[in-house]
């Protein structure tokens, strides 16, 4: 009798290759037991083996003829519901491409390689634009510990130059925050938290910290009695909406990241002097927009 826990085996090639279009009969469970995995098995004891596995709970259809074949019928996840956790992560705005993809092949896994193809999604999210942030993962994981645990963070902040190029904010200063929430606004994670620096309860997105921050071992401070998180998240997260027309903005050279934020990496910019920028995009020309614009100083615009 091998050392191998055999049922066990048997559940894996159960779960991993098999479903209502593909099942696998006596004579073939036996054979990857023995070619794979170097386990021998007789009929019967397969066939005691899936019935201690139905009894466990799994649903383990028998298809009965002259010679028995087996799937597994259901399971924790079912196609539609896999199809709308690929859509999810198809179209967020915070997960990278690379995390994207790693993601979705996990998804995968969770069906049957039969049924796969039929996760194969055919959406085109119009002007997705995709973070290069890597670190997403264990950054939103890290904050999300240090919110659970009442402690401190601090971290890193990247910023843009006027010639788009990505460096850390203030010459790499390190930025200490009380972690209150995460926020989800307009496709991107937000870090809300208070700052002593600041004196004020400010935000972070997100993928703009550098890498995992740091859990301090010093204990936030309270949320301020008279804070309200809807009144600041409707004063400070806004979304456009109205007719679409091109601009030319010409902007102040700290205005960068403003302008990445807002219209994302690929946006068309020019440079202008040794001071400003021009950035020529297509926007939705509604009231919040030009307030946007118009409450912004350092930006001069014309409509295209």
């Known amino acids: 009798m091998e050392a191998k826990p055999r049922i066990l085996y048997l559940l894996k090639i159960l779960l991993e290759r098999t479903d209502e279009e593909h099942p696998l009969s006596t004579t073939q469970l036996i ?28 649903d383990i259809v028998t298809i009965h003829s002259t010679q028995s074949k087996y799937f597994v019928a259901s399971r924790k996840f079912e196609l539609p519901e896999l199809k709308l956790l690929i859509d999810a992560v198809e179209s967020s705005k915070f997960i990278t491409k690379k995390k994207s993809e790693t993601l979705i092949e996990k998804i995968h896994t969770m069906t049957s390689p039969g049924q796969v193809a039929k996760l194969k999604r055919n959406n085109y999210v119009v002007n997705r634009i995709k973070p290069d942030n890597e670190q997403i993962y264990y950054i939103i994981d890290a904050i999300n510990e240090a919110i659970n645990a009442g402690k401190q963070i601090s971290f890193q902040y990247y910023d843009y130059t006027g010639l788009k190029k990505k460096v850390l904010k203030n010459k790499g200063e390190i930025y200490k925050l009380n972690p209150y929430k995460l926020l989800w606004c307009g496709d991107y994670y937000y870090v809300l938290g208070y700052s002593e620096k600041k004196s004020k309860v400010i935000n972070f997105r997100v993928d703009r910290i550098a890498s995992k921050p740091e859990i301090l071992d010093k204990d936030i401070i309270p949320m301020p009695d008279d804070f309200d998180i809807e009144n600041y998240t409707k004063e400070v997260f806004f979304m456009f909406s109205g007719e679409k027309v091109l601009v030319d903005l010409r902007c102040d050279n700290s205005l960068m990241k403003t302008m990445v934020d807002r219209f994302g990496e690929d946006v068309t910019t020019i440079a202008y ?32």
């Open 31 to 58: 054979g990857i037991l023995n070619e794979e995995y170097g386990i021998s098995a007789h009929r019967t004891t397969i066939t005691k083996d899936i019935a201690a596995l139905v009894e466990y709970g799994l």
């Open 273 to 304: 002097d040794m001071t400003s920028f021009r950035v020529q995009t297509e926007v939705s020309a509604s009231p919040t927009f030009f307030g946007w614009v118009f409450g912004t100083s350092k930006i001069r615009h014309h409509m295209i």
